[in-house]
């Protein structure tokens, strides 16, 4: 078997399946945007057929021995092998929905009083995260670098460690990353610090991450902060929820260096900019405005998750509709909950709260002529999706906690600095990079309200002035800027070990977005 120079280990496979006349086959992902795309770019950095991507599947404990664990795929990324763990249904439960989604996820987005410490099963964890480790070392060259992604692989470092230590390790937080106060609630802290520590290289979306994170490591075990910048203008404005005005770079612990990183992943503006522009979105954008028929349009768009502001963004439309009746019948909000996670009942539950608020407020206020909430369950198409961001005149996204949020920077691009308002919720990781939004506090009624007012009466002068500087943001921490500056930063763990560094991302090989 080929071995890799670089192996991402994600929880998703990098691929969609379908079976076409019995067989099964692998496509691409319809849409270009999304994180999968993006990683999958990185292959071109490297040797062709030198990447290597690990991922679960989950299979019948029946079915197991004749899985193929091992495929390459061809496609326009390039010829990669991708390792499949077959997980049982039992594993799934425990280690993703159980372990993953009621013990941690609580924790990460500072929801303590969440945290389900007596379902957790940690054994089944260290198994599977063991499972993703052995998969990534028997498809890595000695000395290959490995890029782990999220939280629910928190210990692949330790293990890959232990299996191969020559290997250069990095990981990425999707998620947001609390200080030592919420993060030291979890009983396996330790372990998970320490695996993180095993790392050469630990990267975040925003200063206050990583700043939390070596906080957390410094409480736990005796690390030291040899290095800390200031932060880059642009990206921790002074005032902020989330302002952080100094990063740390780099730790020591033990006598290794653990590099930290902080940039934000982009979205990217000149797709969206060519999708706007085509004919199939611009007869989407006519059959808007026509159905629209005069009413403002407010979007907002998120997972079916108690951290995702669902249920304070439906009470705050709510209120909206009763002490301003003077935009009954000209006010319209699409609201995108898609299910997260299927078979969990705390999701099942948010999900049920958010249908029963948008019936109520649609009872209370609709007529024959015009329903006040357009409620989406499922997916929608991206290229149909910035169609409405398009055209719509206000983007309301108002997370609790949120690592980033991909949406408000999609918004923004769709606008292409045209006039419309964001309103963002200071929690959100991306509002350190956007100011100029309509910046609410969701856990605040008045200042939700005030937010809705102060957008849906702002001049145009004013929102074509917000939006335009937003944009100006958004094309320069694009994706492809996130793309290299990784680049850099894996470079900087290459020369310290002396490994060939990858080739930097040309414009033409430019990934696409989130």
């Not at 302002?243 to 902080?262: F, I, K, M, Q």
Request: charge should be negative; aromatic fraction near 10%.
């Amino acid at each position: 078997m080929q071995k890799s120079s670089l192996v991402i280990v994600y929880h998703r496979q990098p691929y969609e399946e379908a079976t076409v006349n019995g067989k099964r086959v692998y496509r691409e992902n319809k849409s270009p945007n999304g994180i999968v795309p993006t990683l999958k770019s990185f292959f071109g950095r490297i040797e062709e057929g030198k990447g290597a991507w690990v991922a679960w599947k989950q299979v019948a404990a029946k079915q197991q021995e004749k899985f193929e664990r091992v495929i390459r795929i061809e496609d326009s990324y390039g010829s990669y092998a991708v390792s499949r763990l077959p997980l049982t249904g039992e594993q799934v439960k425990s280690f993703y929905h159980v372990t993953s989604k009621e013990a941690l996820w609580p924790i990460l987005h500072s929801f303590p009083w969440l945290f389900r410490y007596e379902n957790a099963d940690w054994n089944t964890f260290r198994e599977v995260n063991w499972l993703f480790a052995e998969a990534a070392a028997a498809q890595a060259e000695d000395d290959a670098l490995v890029w782990v992604h999220d939280y629910n692989l928190w210990l692949v470092p330790k293990y890959l460690r232990q299996i191969k230590p020559s290997l250069r390790i990095a990981f990425f937080h999707h998620t947001p990353f609390p200080g030592p106060d919420v993060f030291n609630v979890l009983p396996w802290r330790a372990e998970i610090v320490d695996s993180l520590l095993d790392c050469d290289l630990v990267g975040f979306h925003i200063p206050r991450y990583s700043k939390n994170f070596a906080d957390v490591a410094r409480s736990i075990r005796n690390v030291e902060v040899e290095q800390a910048v200031p932060v880059e203008p642009g990206m921790s404005p002074v005032g902020m929820a989330l302002s952080e005005p100094e990063a740390p770079v780099r730790l020591t612990h033990n006598g290794r260096t653990v590099h930290l990183d902080a940039f934000p992943v982009g979205t990217n503006p000149e797709l969206i900019g060519e999708l706007i522009k085509g004919e199939p979105s611009r007869q989407i954008q006519r059959t808007i405005n026509e159905e629209l028929e005069g009413q403002r349009l407010i979007v907002t768009v998120g997972r079916t998750d108690y951290t995702k502001g669902m249920k304070e963004t439906l009470e705050a439309y709510e209120r909206l509709l009763e002490r301003r009746p003077e935009l009954h019948n000209k006010v319209k909000l699409l609201l995108v909950s898609v299910s997260a996670a299927s078979g969990m009942k705390i999701y099942r539950e948010t999900q049920r709260e958010i249908e029963a608020l948008a019936g109520r407020i649609n009872g209370r206020y609709a007529n024959l002529r015009w329903s006040p909430i357009l409620l989406f369950s499922n997916a929608i198409p991206f290229d149909r999706l910035i169609a409405y961001y398009k055209m719509a005149d206000i983007c309301l996204i108002t997370p609790l906690r949120d690592g980033l949020n991909l949406v408000a920077k999609e918004f923004v691009a769709a606008k292409e600095g045209a006039p419309g308002t964001l309103i963002l919720s200071e929690f959100t990781g991306c509002a350190v990079e956007l100011p100029q939004a309509v910046l609410a506090n969701p856990y605040s009624t008045r200042a939700m309200d005030a937010a809705l007012d102060q957008a849906l009466d702002m001049p145009e002068s004013e929102k074509a002035e917000r939006m335009a500087a937003m944009y100006e943001t958004v094309k320069h921490y694009d994706i492809s800027r996130w793309a290299n500056h990784t680049l850099e930063r894996f470079g900087d763990i290459d020369g310290e070990q002396g490994a060939a560094p990858m080739q930097p991302l040309s414009a033409a090989a430019a990934p696409v977005g989130e």
